[in-house]
Structure formats: C-alpha cells, structure tokens
C-alpha cells in the first residue's frame, strides 16, 4: 500500500494521528533537552544525532510511526528553543501555535505561488495581506513575500539598480551585512560605509558623503540594527536624501512592526519617505521562519521583476485575466507563507499584536534596569526596541566571549555577543512575551554565575559533554 497523501478530502484522517506522534516526540524531546539548548557543544549534539539517525536512508523503510518518533525527538532535544526562557542570544522569535497551526495547513495543501493554476485562493489572499500591510506605510502601496531581510533587501538594491542604473549604496556601519552581499551579487560599486559612533548614522558624515556625487544614490538606513536595535533618524537622513537627489531604503526587518503599536509607532516616524522597505514578521511578529516582506509605495516600482515562461504565465492567459504570479518574486516555486501572517493578523487584530510588541519592549526595559542596578554588571545603553547589552564589570573581551560560549556548551542560557563602543558585550534580545521578572533574573544570575567561574580559571574550549 502506497503511505497516504496529505492533501484532499482523505489528507486530514491521514495526518491526525500522525500529528499526535509528532506532538509526544516534540513533547519529550523538549523534555529530554531540560534547557534552552542542548548541553556538551557541537560535537556531543552531532554525536547523539548521529547514533539517533544511525542509517538515514535505510534499504527497508522503518514506517512513518518509529521515523518521525525518532527523528522530531531527536531535533526537538538537540534544538535551541526559542521559547524558553534563558534563549535570548538572536532575532529568532518562538513563533505563535496559531500560526505555526496555520503553516501545517499550508504544507499540507501544498500551494506553488508561481502561478494561478497552482494557488488559486492563496495568491487572492497573499494580494489581501500584502496589500494591507504595505499601506501601514503609504496610501497605494504594495509589497512582496520574501524570505527574510536578506532577500528583501536584494530586491530593494535590484529595483533601485533597475530604476536608476549602478547606484552608489551609501550605507551606516552598523547596516545588515545582506546590503554588502546584494551590491556584490548584483555587480554594485562596493558601499560608501558611514561612521555611526553612537549606533546611529553619523548625519554630518552622511551629508559629507553625499556631497559632490554625480551618479545615482541610494542610502540605506537601519530601524532595528542587529546588534543593539538602534533605529537611525529617518527624518534627517530623509532630509538629506531630498537634498542631495538621493533615493532612500530603510532595513525595518526588526523594527518595521512597531508599527502596529501606537505606543511605538512614532519610533519610525519617517518611514513612509523611503522608496522601499524591509520587513520580517518572523522577528518581532512571532512567525514561523520564513515571513519576511519587501514593502514599496507605487505598484509600478516592482515592474522590473516581470518575467514570462509560457507554461507559468503565458500572454494569452494573462489577457484572459490569469493573475500573473512569476513577477511577484525572483523565486518560482515558493510556499504559501502569507497563510500564517493572515491568520495572526486576523486572530490577534491590531490590538492583540501591538500587546505583545508593548509586553517585549517592557520586558527589555525591565532587564536593562535589572542590570544598571546591579554593580557586578554594566549596562550599554537603554534599550530602544527589545535589544539589551550587558557585560561584567571589569571583564576584557576574551572572557566576555569565553562567558558565552561556556554558556552554550553547557546549554544553560542562549546569549548573543556585539560589539559597542570598542568593546564585546553579551546580548540579550527579548522576543518572549511570556517572560516573567523571575526569568530575569535568573537570566542574570546565571551569567554572573558564569563569569565568577570563568575568572577563576583560564578561558577553554570543553570538547565533551558538560553538565548543566
């Protein structure tokens, strides 16, 4: 007998209780982890993963029960679980069940967005969604389903080169590495990097750099910088792109959803004059990976991107009035991604999201007052969106970063490392809206812990398995 397929009206008796096997081997393996990461470093994880998986391609299948009992246990043991407590280190939210509920739907269904006859009702409802979206920034926008920041900002410099030529990208220090990997992929002048020594855009530096330039120019400012979720100020660098004839893209792939809290939406005061925007709702909109978007003012800006392949798109279909998919991104064959993001928006509404955009803003502040009071510790700054760094007083870069990686290997707590002001901090960024002030301040206990032990002896490198 041939294992059942997922999809029409027989797909749902065959998937329910494959999903109860799924749901005990997440359950347990969680369990079996104990922490926010698993313990013993890379070699201990890639070992009880290889001893798990023994023969991944066996000659006799072992049946649908024992693999995914196997191998959803195994992952969910050796993975690093966004949503416990002590895993703060990356922009890596613990997405919501509803929307993780919604992503099995669309594996199950199983939509191709690269054209109508693939995904009738998913491409109508990914117009809707996008639609609605790119208008939280201009009035007759549009925006594009990406993978992530990195896509979104590709895009962006393409269109731009599209519009304009080979633009000059005038970019702050702190910008996302995707911007210098999109002006190599797309045969750019490397980008002009302007100093940003308080985190931000240097503004005088910014109008000396734009000065006296005769080809095309594109500035790329940041809302939610990686390392410490700085939010440049686009209402001057708008000011000087308008001065100095110069097109303007913001990487909001952090901070773009702070538009949905009216608490926090004047932090992006002077979005809506750039000519595209970055988003990713897989951030700080608790999505599964991936629900990133690539927002711009008129339609007709992503007209370049039209492309035709007579089986996907033929011309005759789409004077029939075939809604024309392919030039809706550089991929072909992509998922259905704006499932999950209408069914949040939908289910949460407005209010709902902008509570938890508001709870993890709070919850950093509370973590960064938690440390300024704590005299074994130094805070770098207060937070602007959920992003804080701390380090030990009196600790030098080495231990810092031997701190965290003893962290890791015992799998106690998930912490990232940034520098600022010269120096290599810890960073925590809060993306949990369910952290409570005793996983504060443990978090900081168990750093401080950490770092007494690694005062007392010289920074290693454990190879084995430590215990927690």
Partial sequence: MHP?????????????????VVLDALHHGARARGGPLPDGGPQAVTQRVRDAAADVFPHHGTGAEEALTTLVRTLAEGSADPAEPHCAAHLHTPPLALAAAADLAASALNPSMDSWDQAPAASALETLVTTALATEIWPHADALVTTGGTESNQLALLLARERHGPVQVVCGAPTHHSIHRATWLLGLPQPLVIPAPTGTIDLTALDTALTGHHQPLLVV??????????????????????????ELHVDAAYGGPLLFSDRHRHQLAGLERAQSVTLDLHKLGWQPVAAGLLAVPDPAHLTPLTHTADYLNADDDTDAGLPDLLGRSLRTTRRPDILKIAVTLRALGRDGLAALIDRVCETAQELAQLIDKNPQLELYQHPTISTVLFRPQGADDPTVAHIRRTLLTNGTAVLGRAHADGRLWLKA?????????????????????????STTAPPTHPEGSTPR
Avoid: K
């Fill in 4 to 20: 059942p397929l997922a999809g029409g009206p027989a797909g749902p008796t065959a998937l329910r209780p494959l999903l109860d």
């Fill in 221 to 246: 400012a940041t809302a939610g910088t990686t390392d410490t979720g700085a939010i440049d100020p686009l209402p001057a660098i708008a000011d000087l792109c308008a001065t100095h004839h110069a």
């Fill in 429 to 453: 960024t809060l993306l949990n809206p369910h952290l409570t002030p005793h996983d504060l301040h443990t978090l900081i206990d168990t750093a401080l812990h950490t770092s007494e032990t």
